[in-house]
């Protein structure tokens, strides 16, 4: 199952899974919530959740998601030419 | 400015709205000419307007309207919805972009038929969940493009009802799928301006983050608590981690299999562009509901301390003194009953910050997130049902010679049908298009998943799990919704656990329907090694 699958599919995995899962421990361990603790003068959740995961971390797995296998292809296109 | 006014700066930006939309209609009309142009728009299309529309068609009045009263409703925790589904649209990227991309079908279920070697049986099976889906969100975009047109222009909701399918049947049925690629594009970053604008004013009225985050607290104390947390929760659907977690992937993997996101990877210009179009789809979508979560978590407290309704004295002497009160008054100025009263609270709460260019802006995105999600699902419709259902099932010789024809008939059909529909919608109706999500996913992704990546994929798999998780989680979601009272609640929760247990949607059903999928594909023969070698090995390689 999933063989050929390019091996930065399980990076972009790990980061979106496991950023999602620390957040949520952090959150329900916190017991009234992250709110109050700010970021750079902003309540965390608004950094944390409402631009990092919303925003920031799906452009970047989307990015590595395009780059890495367009440059894999560039790789072999460019070793098959020297052959 | 009162209720009643419409300033006229919101209908310049509505009349412009209207005037470029009909004008890429018309010239797109060329696209008629050839079936392929209609269909999937010559395959031609680039990352960036493939992407804003990925964005504008997959988020849907649902989202706009919906998603900002549920957090309205459940509070901080829902904000993890909205995460899971934009994190959610990168894994189209390698998942199924480029591999359907490189198959290049012409209808959602060519691949399927192809993978699983069944011309017809397979055809009519993944199809059935993908014609009620459709119905049910054509509605649900239908009522969201007369709410905008309603609540904030003051036209009556049958006129706006008019209004809006006359001119998704005007670009659709002129220019195909080339048209709705063009219009789609304009509306996802029509809908990312009018969503950031409202959200960065909202911001600015209260003096920062920090101002905005303490209003929400002092305005609803319990707004801020996490699951589990020992001063109470902020909804008892929130009340557990199960709650949390199972929105979070109610949608997450819709993007990668949703017929009206999948057929658009096949209108990309090649297996980078499908690709890459993905990114552009999470750049638009994410800063969209952004937005979003800002409008959402506000909306109480600008309704209570901002809308001139609040103190409003009622005929029985009552006064309007809280924001579920203030979207009762709303609803019943209307006089219209096709959508839950939470469902007003954005543009409610718009109207509250008295800006009139505002809610100008925030008309022509809500237009275009509504118009884009039924245009989106019309042409999937007009080829399962005019290609797929027509030419390949029932082997009709006029649709076979005049595939545009049998097409557009269908584009007629099936607006007028959702259009029927929308003019007195039931409520479940509405309801049911979260069903749609975890439907389509556990019924028809695993076979478009597993088909692409497991060699053992098999057909016997993929009919059963399609018919078996299309009745399983409608059951399951009637049978919380009217015995337990919310379609959240985990529907053999009480008989197993003694107490309700949260689960978004009934979601638990995809992990089981994936397991289903693997163990029924074990137990039964194989498909050819011919079929598994072109359909299966060769698209995971570009």
């Known amino acids: 199952m999933f063989k050929g699958m390019h091996p930065i599919f399980w990076v972009g995995i790990a980061i979106m899974y496991g950023l999602s899962i620390v957040f949520w421990i952090i959150e329900i361990a916190s017991n009234t919530g992250t709110w109050t603790t700010s970021i750079a003068g902003i309540p965390a959740p608004f950094v944390y959740n409402n631009l990092f995961m919303i925003w920031l971390v799906p452009i970047f797995i989307a990015w590595l998601w395009y780059y890495f296998p367009e440059k894999t292809n560039k790789e072999k296109a460019s070793q098959g030419k020297e052959e | ?542």
């Open chain 2, 1 to 542: 400015m009162e209720v009643g006014q419409v300033h006229p700066i919101v209908v310049i930006f509505a009349v412009a709205y209207f005037v470029v939309i009909f004008g890429i209609g018309w010239y797109s009309r060329k696209a008629a000419a050839s079936p392929m142009e209609y269909m999937v728009a010559g395959r031609s299309v680039g990352p960036f307007v493939n992407g804003a529309g990925l964005a504008s068609a997959f988020l849907s009045p649902a989202s706009f309207l919906g998603l900002p009263a549920f957090i309205f409703l459940l509070g901080y925790s829902f904000w993890w919805a909205l995460s899971g589904i934009i994190l959610g649209m990168p894994l189209a990227s390698l998942l199924t972009a480029a591999p359907l991309r490189k198959y290049a079908p012409v209808s959602f279920t060519d691949y399927y038929a192809d993978r699983y070697e069944n011309e017809k049986l397979v055809r009519i099976v993944t199809s059935i969940p993908v014609i009620i889906t459709g119905v049910l969100y054509i509605t649900l975009a239908m009522v969201g493009t007369a709410l905008f047109l309603m609540a904030i222009l003051r036209v009556p909701y049958f006129w706006s009802l008019v209004i809006g399918t006359g001119a998704v049947l005007f670009y659709v049925y002129l220019g195909g799928m080339v048209a709705t690629m063009w219009t789609n594009g304009l509306q996802g970053i029509l809908m990312t301006i009018a969503s950031v604008t409202v959200a960065l004013v909202i911001i600015s009225t209260f003096g920062g983050f920090q101002g905005l985050a303490e209003a929400i607290g002092n305005n609803n104390p319990k707004f801020w608590l996490p699951p589990g947390s020992t001063e109470g929760a902020s909804h008892p659907l929130m009340g557990i981690w199960t709650g949390m977690v199972g929105f979070f992937f109610v949608w997450h993997y819709g993007f990668a299999t949703m017929p009206y996101t999948v057929v658009r990877f096949f209108t990309a210009m090649d297996i980078n562009a499908a690709r890459r179009a993905t990114f552009w789809a999470a750049f638009f979508g994410g800063l969209m509901y952004w937005g979003l979560i800002v409008i959402g978590s506000a909306a109480r407290v600008i309704l209570e301390t901002m809308h001139p309704i609040m103190g409003t004295v009622l005929e029985d002497g009552s006064k309007v003194d809280s924001a579920v009160g203030v979207l009762k008054y709303l609803q019943g100025y209307y006089g219209c009953n096709a959508a839950a009263i939470t469902d007003y609270s954005m543009i409610a709460a718009t109207q509250a910050l008295q800006q009139p260019w505002l809610l100008g802006i925030l008309v022509a995105g809500g237009l275009a997130i509504s118009m884009s999600t039924v245009a989106a699902w019309t042409v999937v419709m007009q080829v399962i049902i005019g290609r797929d259902w027509m030419v390949k099932i029932l082997e009709n010789k006029w649709a076979n010679d005049n595939p545009v024809k049998a097409m557009r008939m269908w584009i007629i059909i099936s607006l007028v049908v959702c259009f029927l529909l929308s003019i007195n919608p039931p409520a479940m109706v509405l309801d049911l298009s979260g069903w749609a999500f975890v439907l389509i996913i556990a019924s028809v992704g695993p076979g478009l998943i597993l088909g692409i990546w497991w060699d053992r994929a098999t057909t016997a798999a993929h009919l059963s799990t399609t018919v078996v998780f299309t009745f399983a989680t409608l059951f399951s979601w009637l049978y919380a919704k009217f015995v337990l009272g919310s379609p959240h609640w985990f529907f053999l929760s009480e008989a197993i656990f003694g107490q309700k247990i949260p689960t978004g949607h009934q979601v638990y059903w995809i992990p089981i329907a994936f397991i289903f999928f693997i163990v029924v594909s074990l137990l039964t023969k194989p498909n050819s090694e011919e079929t598994v070698k072109k359909y299966s090995l060769d698209l995971r390689y570009d």
